[in-house]
C-alpha cells in the first residue's frame, strides 16, 4: 500500500467551478503538508504549505489538513483555465531523511472556458 | 533569480551506453535530491544528499550513483542505461524548514530519458 494516495481524476470542470483535490495518507509521523502545481513539460512548483491541522487560503486556494482521518484537501475557487495542470499532494515529518517528501500521484485538472 | 538547472532535456540512448545528466542550483541549499516521474507511479526518490559528500539512497537507487562534490552540483549517473529506467527525472533543490525538516523544493525542468 502506498503511504500517499491521491484522487486520480482526471478532472474536468467548467471555468467558476469549484474544485476539490484529495490525497489520504498512511503515516502517522507526516507533519508538513504540500500541494504541488505541475503545468505540462515543467517541473512542479509548490502551491501551499501547511503545518498540522487546519485550514489555510491564498487568494483562490485553500488547503485543508484533518490529521485525524489522514486526509487532505484543496479547493480551488472560481477555477480558471490557466488553472489546468497535474497538482500533486506532498507529505514529510521528522526522519533521518528529512529532507524527503513523499508525493501523491498527482490529478490532472483542466478548466474549459 | 532562485533557479535549479539540469541538462540535458531530453536524451534517447541505448542499453549500457553510460550517461550523466547534471543539476545545478544556485540557492545555496544543503539538501539535494534526484526524483524519477513515472505513470502511476508519482514521484519516487532515488538518491539524496544532506551536503557535500554526504549522499544517500532514496526509495529507488537502483542502477544510479550520484556524487556531490560542491554544493551547487549534484549529478545522477546511470553506468550502465537499461530500458526500465526510461523515465522522466527531476533534480530538487530543498529549502530546509526552520525544524530542519522538508520545506519547499524547488525543481529543475526535467530531464525526459528514453533507453533503448
Known amino acids: 500500500q502506498k503511504e500517499v494516495e491521491q484522487d486520480p481524476g482526471p478532472l474536468s470542470v467548467p471555468e467558476g467551478a469549484i474544485v476539490s483535490l484529495n490525497c489520504t495518507y498512511s503515516n502517522s509521523a507526516f507533519q508538513y503538508f504540500m500541494w504541488y502545481r505541475q503545468y505540462s513539460r515543467k517541473g512542479p512548483e509548490l502551491l501551499m504549505y501547511t503545518y498540522s491541522s487546519g485550514n489555510k487560503e491564498d487568494g483562490r486556494f485553500t488547503a485543508q489538513v484533518d490529521k485525524s482521518s489522514k486526509y487532505i484537501s484543496l479547493f480551488i475557487r472560481d477555477s480558471q483555465p490557466s488553472d489546468s495542470a497535474t497538482y500533486l499532494c506532498a507529505m514529510s515529518g521528522h526522519n533521518t531523511n528529512a529532507g524527503k517528501s513523499t508525493f501523491g500521484d498527482g490529478t490532472t485538472l483542466t478548466v474549459k472556458p | 533569480e532562485a533557479q535549479v538547472t539540469q541538462n540535458p532535456r531530453y536524451l534517447i540512448t541505448v542499453t549500457g551506453k553510460k550517461l550523466t545528466v547534471t543539476c545545478s542550483q544556485n540557492m545555496n541549499h544543503e539538501y539535494m535530491s534526484w526524483y524519477r516521474q513515472d505513470p502511476g507511479l508519482g514521484l519516487r526518490q532515488i538518491y539524496y544528499s544532506m551536503n557535500v559528500e554526504v549522499t544517500d539512497k532514496g526509495d529507488v537507487p537502483e542502477g544510479y550513483k550520484v556524487s556531490r562534490k560542491e554544493k551547487r552540483n549534484f549529478p545522477l549517473i546511470l553506468e550502465s542505461p537499461s530500458p526500465n529506467q526510461t523515465s522522466l527525472y527531476f533534480c530538487?533543490?530543498?529549502?530546509?524548514?526552520?525544524?530542519?525538516?522538508?520545506?519547499?523544493?524547488?525543481f529543475g525542468e526535467g530531464s525526459r530519458l528514453t533507453v533503448l
Open positions: 530538487a533543490s530543498t529549502r530546509l524548514g526552520t525544524s530542519g525538516t522538508a520545506g519547499e523544493l524547488f
